[in-house]
């Protein structure tokens, strides 16, 4: 079986980023911790953009302000 995470690897938290509310996610992003038995965390989704394409206060806090992504606690 071929892994795309070795399997010494735990703790695994993934962040979906979906371009607009409602549509799928566009990428997906994972953090996880070599030797960690912590369970896999499913982050809620952050959306990019809103109906009108314009960038939603959680994007514009990361992307302009320099909040951190829910990966980094």
Known sequence: ???????????????????RAGEPAIRILARATKGSRAPLVLLPGL??????????PEAE???R???ALPLAS
Do not use: K
Not at 47 to 56: A, K, Q, Y
């Open 65 to 67: 302000h320099a909040a």
């Open 1 to 19: 079986m071929s892994y795309a995470l070795d399997p010494e690897f735990g703790g695994i938290v993934v962040l979906p980023v979906h371009g």
């Open 47 to 56: 959306v990019l953009n809103d109906r009108s394409g314009r960038p939603t």
């Open 61 to 63: 806090a990361v992307l």
